[in-house]
Each structure stands twice: as C-alpha cells, then as structure tokens.
C-alpha cells in the first residue's frame, strides 16, 4: 500500500473525496479533478497503481455532505483570528503544511455553503487566509510539499467537526481582497475576453513592474492570478510565462517630483524583450534499435551527406499508412495512423528529396508500397501518388483498390498551388482525410463517382520545402484558421549542416527483410495495448489533442518496429520526444495563418522578431526577408502598417554606435480553437 492510498482510505472514510495530485506539486493530473473527486475505495487503490508516488488532494464541495477547509498561510495567524473573536477555533481535524501554517477541514454547514469561497491578503499582496468551500482542494497528509520537500502531516488526527457560526461569521467580515494599488489597470476586476488576452495581460504586467517593481518571479505569480481571475477562458501557464519573463526585461523608471515647463525628449520604444527562441533539435537517440534506424537511415548516413531523422520520419510515416485498419490499439479503435508531415531544409544540402525516396525503396523492397504509376491492383499495399486534385486521388483509389495512400510533393509549391486554385476542395478534403473522414464524390457521373466511409482507408501526405520558401507557402495553406497547422508535423534542418560529400550506395535489402517480418508480426497480432498511459495524461494538456494522437501512433510505430507486443513507457517515451520537438520547431518557426499576401509577410516580419529575442537590426531584417523581392510598394506598406498599428517601433539613429533597430511592441494572440 502505497502513501496516496494509505491517506486517501482514511479521509474518504471521513467524507472527504480524494483526487491524485502530481508527484512533489500541487497539480492535478487531470482537468477534471472536480468530476473525477471520490471516496470510492476501489478507485482510490486503482490511482495508488496507476500513479505512482503521487500527492493527493482534498476536495471541497458545497453541498450538505460535503466538506470545506480553513486554510491559514501565514504563521500564527490561528492565534490572530482567536485573538479578534474571543473564541477557540474547535479541536477538528487539521494539516500542517509547514511550520505556522495548515487547513482546517471542518463539515459543510448551510451557513458555511452560503459563505462561499472567501480570503484575505496584506498589504503586499500575499495571502493570509482563506475559505475553501466549493471546488476547491488542498493538499493531503502524506503528500511532499513541493518547496519544503517535507511531507504533510496530521497536526491533529480527529473526526471532522461543523465550524461554529462566530467562525463563518468572522470569514465573512473579513473577506477582504488584495489592497487597491490605484491603477486602475491592476484594480480592474472587468473580465478579459478571447481576443485581447495576451495584449491585455502584457500590459498589465508591464505597469505591475513600472509601479510596484515586480521582478520576473514575481510578475508571473501576479500574472497568473489576474490570468485565472480575469481570462475567459484563461491563457496556458506557458504563455503566461512568456509574457512575464519578456515584461520583467522592461527598464523600471524612477518617479521623481514634478519638473514644469521642460519639454520632455520623446523616449526610445521599449518593445517586448525575451530570450531568443532556441533552434529546435531532433531527439536522434529514438531512432536507435529500430529496424528502420539499424537496416536503412544508420548505415546509408554513416558514409553519406543525409541527416537520420529526414529518411527516419518519412519512413515511419509510410509504415504507419500501410498498417492503418490491419493494426489497432486497444481502446483506440477508432485511431487511423495517418501521418501528414513537411520537410524543410535548405536547397541543396539537406537532400530532403532522395531521403525521402530512399524510405520509399526500403519499404518498396519489403513488399509494402509502390508507386502508383502503372498499379492496377494494390493489393493491400501503400500507394505512393502526386495527386492534383482530391478527386482525382479518389478516382485513382477507387481504381486500384487502395484503401492506403501517401501523397508525395517533392515541393510544397506544387501542393500549395493546386490548393489555392479558387474552385479547389483539396485542402478541405485533406482536413477530411487526415481523420479518416467520409471521403467521397458521388454527384457526378458513375465514371467519377467514389465513395469511402469513414475510418476505411488512410491517407497521409509527405511534402518538401527550403527554410527561404516555408513561410510564404504555408502561410497560404493554413489561412483562415483551417487547422491544417495542428494536423501537420514540421521536420526542421538541422542548425549546423554538415559538408557534402560524394554519394555512395548502400544495399539495405537484408534490413528491409528484417522490418518486413516485424511489420508481419504486428498485423498477425493486431491488436497493441497501451500499458500505462500516465505519461500522455500527463503532457495532453501542453501538447494538446492532435499532438496527443501523433504520439499514440508514432508510440504505436515504435512497439512494432522495436519488436513488442505492446505499447510500453520506452515507446511513449519515444514518441513524445518527437512530439516535444514538433512543439519546438512551431514555436521557432511561428508560422501565422494569413488571409493575403500583405498578412503573410507581415508574420514572417513578426516571425523573424519573436525568433530573435525581440529585436533585430534594419541590415538583419533586410539580409533575412529581401524587401527588394517584394517590390518598395508592398514592402513599405507592409513595413509601415505594422510600425503605425503599433507592433513593431524603430530605435537607435544609424550610427555604429547606434544602430538603427526594429523591436517588436505586441505579441499576436494565440488561437484557443
């Protein structure tokens, strides 16, 4: 018996229902703590298991059967509020959190349900009580506290008493807020709505730091309070973070007295400054002991110009797309392992395109996809096509009888400009085909008449592109906040290429062989189980739905062609390496969806900002986005609306001493969707 279930059984036998908390924190694993709350003994023994050495929490609830806690932050203010009243606070259960501090847990009453959740702070801010009475938790006994490193203890191990009427009273009359500062913008309680969020939180934030001095810590412990309080619905802790540690770079002015008539000298923008993105780097160590990694992408990059993970994620990718229907995942029957990904890398020296020809001969050699040239029967393997259109790739399926198809453009270009084409359906259809949608034609004639339902066939989609030429293209694809950004996977050049080198031949016919019989063991299993999905519990939330279910597949890919018969934590772990660095190439890449032309060269101007900690030279900008390749007139358009509409300023007069720079004012506001 572990230490949750060891508390958790004696609380719940008390009434008070149980969740399991992170490890060392005060995190809930799952958002829906308030649903999942128990006392259900066989629940709470089925979480001892499933999460190991996790913390647990006590679950508030208004309702007659439930239970509220007393929660006293600063030391010996039990004392203080005994001293005020005149009265004992009761010999109820109680929790020492840390010495001087704790909860009292006390039995709802219809006085303490009509009080509700109330507090008090000082005059710095900080909490010095609170009353948690209607979802909300505290940390239980035996649970690490995450700063002390000590454990929780019962201070006094006794039944749950009501609190007395003098004691919900006194919380009543002392419900007293955080003091007004007398800036209005930080003794705002107006609701944030979506659309505003991040501008408003950083503007917030920066008169925090210029009136009250916030350092960084400091900003976003405020930030993430104004965030819950004011944000509908709130911003992501990543983001609130990101927005504190670029405002705690802001210079703090000192106030003087009032100086009269002296003309002020305009001052130098102070835009947004934050460290630089950092260049996103492929976990290559999760390609070791594959076979695909030991019988293709080792062997041929050990003597030739050509970067693992560029042959390594295409030929996951059609591995996936040919086992899609004849292997599943348990509990997951409805998961196609579809896999849409784009290549980027500078022209010439990644060699995106003969990487990903190589995965296609590999996989060609072990008897499981072809190019669709010529293919009357596909007889149950992976077509590879260049379709120009949705229909016609349908026609094509429907033809050959394949029910697993990759689209291969060796250049983005091509698949870009079919898509933009003004009666064109493709990138609709590929929103559809990627989840396996209903994919079909059927009001034409019966020649061009197609039909497949839904979850009978997949597809994916293998693309190319050079690092110059990503931006302008794919902001045109994911324009008008499709959800093609989240359906795709960015392979992004490694920061240092490596030098040229004459290419040499490699005979990987006795590795195919190998992946061959491993891919034949899958499908005659075909059912993998998920061992333990703890870890993707603990990471769906940053990484979000869609980036979830890549994982499930690539961890899906990894227990196949590492051999095993299920899908265990080494798998997982894999694949959300991956994953982690997919979310790193997004965030380097900032890739803004765009409706024009002017939209989109105005992001990568954005871009090109966020990437470099916020501010960049004119010659930097320049060398980097060519506004002599735009035309003066687009550019300066571009260029001058975004420096009028506020997000971005110049600084500096142009001397060596004093360069002349663009700075970024605003952070664009994330889509929520």
Not at 124 to 152: C, F, M
Request: with cysteine.
């Amino acid at each position: 018996m572990g230490i949750f279930q060891e508390v958790a059984v004696s609380l719940a036998g008390r009434g008070v229902p149980i969740i399991p908390l992170r490890p060392r924190t005060k995190i809930a694993f799952m958002n829906n703590w308030p649903e999942i709350a128990t006392t259900d003994l066989a629940k709470l023994v089925q979480w001892d298991q499933d999460f190991l050495d996790a913390n647990a929490a006590s679950v508030a609830f208004a309702r007659p059967d439930g239970v509220w806690f007393l929660e006293i932050d600063k030391p010996g203010y039990q004392e203080e509020i005994e001293r005020q009243t005149g009265h004992k606070i009761p010999p109820t259960l109680m929790v020492r959190s840390s010495p001087g501090r704790g909860h009292f847990y006390f039995k709802q009453t219809p006085a303490s349900i009509a009080m509700g959740n109330v507090q008090a702070k000082d005059e710095q801010g900080k909490e010095l009580w609170s009353a948690r009475v209607d979802n909300r938790y505290v940390v239980a006994p035996g649970s690490i506290h995450p700063t002390t490193q000590l454990r929780y203890e019962f201070l006094r191990d006794a039944p749950i008493l009501e609190a007395p009427d003098w004691l919900v009273q006194w919380c009543k009359s002392s419900n007293k807020p955080a003091p007004k500062t007398g800036v209005s913008e930080l003794d705002s309680t107006e609701p944030i709505i979506e659309g505003g969020r991040n501008n408003a939180l950083t503007s917030i934030l920066g008169k925090a730091r210029q009136v009250l001095s916030m350092d960084r810590e400091q900003l976003f412990q405020y930030g993430l309070s104004v965030n819950e309080k004011r944000c509908q619905p709130p911003l992501t802790e990543n983001e609130v973070r990101t927005i504190a540690t670029s405002v705690s770079n802001y210079k703090v002015v000192e106030t003087g007295g009032l100086v009269f008539a002296q003309p002020e000298p305009t001052p130098e923008p102070e835009g947004l400054r934050f460290q630089p993105v950092a260049y996103p780097k492929f976990p290559r160590w999760v390609i070791n002991g594959t076979s695909i990694g030991e019988g293709l992408v080792l062997p041929i990059c050990k003597v030739n110009s050509r970067y693992p993970e560029f042959m390594f994620m295409p030929a996951m990718a059609l591995m996936l797309n040919y086992i899609a229907t004849k292997v599943k995942i348990v509990g997951k029957e409805n998961l196609i392992p579809s896999f849409f990904m784009v290549n980027i890398g500078r022209k010439g020296r990644v060699i995106k395109s003969s990487s990903v020809n190589d995965a296609i001969a590999y996989l060609a050699t072990a008897g499981v996809v072809k190019y669709a040239g010529g293919v009357k029967n596909a007889e149950g393997k992976t077509l590879v096509w260049t379709a120009g259109s949705a229909e016609g790739l349908g026609l094509e399926m429907t033809r050959t009888n394949c029910k697993n198809a990759v689209l291969f453009y060796d250049e983005l270009g091509t698949l870009t400009s079919k898509a933009m084409i003004k009666e064109s359906s493709l990138k609709t259809n590929l929103l559809q085909m990627y989840e396996s949608g209903i994919f079909a034609n059927t009001i034409k004639s019966r020649k061009e008449t197609f039909s497949f339902e839904p979850r009978t066939y997949c597809t994916s989609l293998i693309a190319n592109t050079t690092d110059k030429n990503f931006h302008s293209l794919w902001s045109k694809m994911s324009g008008e906040s499709s959800g093609m950004d989240e359906r795709f996977f960015f392979l992004y050049q490694p920061e240092i290429l490596d030098e040229l080198k004459p290419y040499k031949e490699i005979n990987t016919v006795e590795g195919s062989a190998v992946t061959r019989k491993l891919i034949e063991k899958a499908i005659l299993q075909q059912w993998y189980h998920i061992v333990d999905d703890t870890p993707l519990e603990r990471e769906i939330n940053t990484l979000g739905n869609r980036t979830m279910s890549r994982v499930e597949k690539m961890a899906l890919y990894f227990a196949i062609d590492l051999g095993k018969d299920e899908i265990d934590e080494e798998c997982i772990e894999r694949a959300l390496a991956i994953a982690k660095y997919e979310v790193a190439v997004k965030a380097y890449l900032t890739v803004f969806e765009s409706t024009t032309v002017e939209g989109a060269l105005q992001g990568e101007i954005i871009q090109l900002l966020q990437r470099n900690g916020g501010a960049v030279t004119t010659r930097e900008l320049a060398r980097a986005l060519h506004p002599e390749r735009h035309g003066t007139y687009l550019w300066n358009r571009v260029y001058g609306g975004l420096i009028q509409a506020g997000w971005i300023a110049e600084s500096g007069n142009g001397t060596k001493g004093e360069p002349r720079q663009v700075i970024l004012m605003r952070l664009p506001e994330k889509d929520d969707e």
